[in-house]
């Protein structure tokens, strides 16, 4: 029998939670952030890789694998686990957003969208009941209803269309999914930076009832200083006994900000996408491995981090590579990236459970400001 899905939350501190999601397929540590496989990898990662900067879940995206390599073929060969060889829980998003991005490529009707594939120009639609299917096919650990994500800054009155179209949209997400023990179906507050939209939403959601709760519709324009001040109320507008999954987020301050305002699970390409482009993430912030000054450099990345990157090269070397454009610049960079940010998530918990997150969080700022050491 598959194990239920359930959420144990073990300790709170302010706003900021900290718990365990049990899933058929291992345990999912909150806070947690999901690296993001979108067509059934994590760019220049191996699995296990990934599994060893301590990430409990990823995240794979309907759209991408719908059209790339098809839902029936990665069924046919196993589901998603077997072809991308990772044992632990996936979470796989609607394609709902992807394809709301592709203006002038899409038609949205009651009953879903019609679109063309970026890829080969084909026409699909993707309707709640799809997407269900297709999660299904995947054989997703966490599916998300299908939705409309508007773009920001937009008028109320097209962010009330869009969210109420997906409330509608999510009632038929949860009747396509039915009984399925072992996995589990989140629903998807709207309503942009409108508190009266956020909290109609949420009742909406919760009077259909689902196993966990995103917040989306941010990260979409709306800066920073907004984000957070929907975080505000927002999740107080959700069960206190479900995961609360903020989608697509973020810069590490943003990830910060999001677990001290009560959030227990993100996502976002950044630090993969950033890993590719010589950005890399420290304690101290960001920098740019690219520019000159590294090039004589014998430090690591950060003196203080334990990943392959840092553990056994320096600064000279990874601005080398990246400038001759190997891959194992991609390689290295990415998985320094994530490791950091599982790093993150690790202290978080453990600050939350002792009772001392403000004071983390303090320290977090406080490193940051100091910003990265000078060159040798």
Not at 248 to 253: A, C
Request: hydrophobic content about 40%; some cysteine.
């Amino acid at each position: 029998m598959a194990t239920a899905f359930n959420f144990d939350l073990t300790a709170t501190d302010g706003a900021a939670r900290t718990g365990v999601i049990a899933t058929s397929r291992g345990a999912i540590r909150t806070p947690a952030f999901m690296p993001v496989g979108t067509a059934g990898t994590v760019k220049a990662m191996l699995p296990e890789s990934v599994a060893a900067t301590g990430a409990d879940i990823l995240l794979g995206n309907t759209y991408h694998l719908m059209l790339r390599p098809g839902a029936e073929r990665v069924a046919r060969l196993g589901g998603l686990h077997c072809f991308m060889h990772w044992e632990r829980p996936i979470l796989t998003d609607s394609g709902g957003f992807q394809v709301m991005s592709l203006a002038g490529l899409r038609k949205l009707t009651e009953q879903g969208v019609t679109f063309k594939s970026h890829i080969d120009g084909s026409r699909h639609e993707l309707t709640p009941e799809r997407s269900m299917e297709i999660q299904r096919l995947l054989g997703s650990d966490i599916v998300m209803c299908f939705d409309e994500c508007p773009a920001l800054p937009t008028s109320d009155e097209e962010v009330a269309r869009a969210m109420r179209l997906s409330m509608r949209w999510a009632e038929r997400s949860r009747v396509a999914f039915g009984d399925r023990p072992g996995h589990a179906l989140f629903g998807i507050m709207q309503g942009g930076v409108n508190r009266a939209l956020r909290e109609e939403s949420a009742e909406a959601l919760k009077a259909i009832g689902f196993d966990g709760y995103a917040v989306g519709g941010l990260a979409v324009g709306e800066g920073q200083e907004a984000m957070f001040g929907v975080l505000d109320y927002a999740p107080g507008f959700l069960p206190a006994d479900r995961p609360r999954y903020l989608m697509g987020v973020g810069k590490p301050d943003d990830i910060v900000g999001a677990v001290a305002r009560g959030i227990d699970m993100m996502d976002c390409v950044l630090p993969t996408r950033s890993g590719r482009t010589g950005q890399v993430f420290t304690r101290r912030g960001a920098l740019n491995i690219k520019n000159a000054r590294h090039q004589d450099d014998p430090r690591p990345i950060d003196e203080a981090c334990t990943c392959p990157a840092c553990r056994n090269y320096s600064r000279a070397y990874l601005h080398h590579v990246f400038r001759s454009q190997e891959i194992i610049a991609s390689m290295l960079l990415t998985w320094h990236n994530l490791h950091y940010y599982q790093e993150i998530m690790s202290g978080m918990r453990a600050a939350i459970a002792e009772g001392r997150f403000a004071a983390w969080q303090a320290d977090f700022h406080a490193l940051r400001a100091e910003g990265d050491i000078e060159p040798l």
